[in-house]
């Protein structure tokens, strides 16, 4: 199947700074790329739809200006998490959608990136 | 509402033996996809089955298999053959064409397998 390589897998910031987060799909080009967050034994939730050369389209609830996503070209989108805090710890996993892919196949997952704020 | 309801959170099972994970779904859609993931303590998401709303076969992939009630909107997971490496979380998640792509996911169940 594809492959999207997510980076960092983990990290550890401090309260009040900025950390971006990259989803790259390896072997195919990702028209769209969607990001979710997932807290601790919960589902996943989707945050933002983002797709090549246009703005993100962030779900009800999700702060833009907080998470800044960036989709330049068609294997790269990148997330970043401005001014951290706390409760903004989560596990974060990408999914791409690709140009040669139908809508009716399997979305390929990032590995997500386990962040934590201190 | 709530568009992928799973309603076991916590679910033991034999090894050895078979076990059905619960889903159902809501949508007025008359065109989605329905899938099934497995997320390990790791994180990653590994996708195991796909069901679309045309398909009028059960879909199967090794020993998985889903049963798929499109009038009673469900799309049980059936593991056959339960093995200690399958205990982790599992999502269904859902497809509406008309909905942009993103997938939906439901609660998840965390399947445990015994020795």
């Known amino acids: 199947g594809a492959v999207v390589s997510q980076h960092p897998s983990w990290v550890i910031c401090k309260s009040g700074t900025s950390v971006k987060i990259e989803c790259r799909s390896l072997?195919?080009?990702?028209?769209?790329m969607f990001w979710y967050r997932q807290f601790p034994k919960q589902s996943l939730m989707l945050m933002a739809t983002?797709?090549?050369?246009?703005?993100?389209?962030?779900e009800q609830g999700v702060e833009k200006d907080k998470f800044l996503i960036n989709h330049a070209s068609l294997t790269l989108s990148t997330l970043t998490v401005t001014s951290a805090h706390p409760e903004d710890s989560s596990f974060y996993i990408c999914?791409?959608?690709?140009?040669?892919?139908?809508?009716?196949?399997?979305?390929?997952f990032g590995q997500g990136t386990r962040l934590t704020v201190v | 509402a709530q568009k992928i309801t799973q309603t076991q959170p916590g679910m033991f099972v034999q090894e050895k033996e078979a076990v059905t994970l619960d889903c159902t779904y809501d949508?007025?859609?008359?065109?989605?996809?329905l899938f099934w993931y497995k997320q390990p303590s790791s994180g990653e998401m590994i996708f195991l089955i796909y069901?679309?709303?045309?398909?009028?076969q059960n879909a199967t992939e090794g020993r998985y298999s889903l049963n798929f009630q499109k009038a009673r909107k469900s799309a049980n997971l059936v593991i056959s053959a339960s093995q200690l490496g399958d205990s982790a979380m599992y999502f269904c998640?859902?497809?509406?064409?008309?909905?942009?792509?993103?997938?939906?996911f439901g609660g998840g169940t965390r399947l445990m397998v015994k020795p």
């Open positions: 999914s791409a959608l690709g140009l040669s892919l139908t809508a009716n196949t399997e979305a390929f």
């Open positions: 072997d195919f080009q990702a028209t769209t």
């Open positions: 983002s797709n090549e050369g246009s703005k993100a389209t962030y």
């Open positions: 949508t007025s859609d008359q065109s989605y996809g």
């Open positions: 069901q679309g709303s045309y398909d009028e």
């Open positions: 998640a859902m497809r509406e064409n008309n909905a942009g792509n993103m997938l939906t």
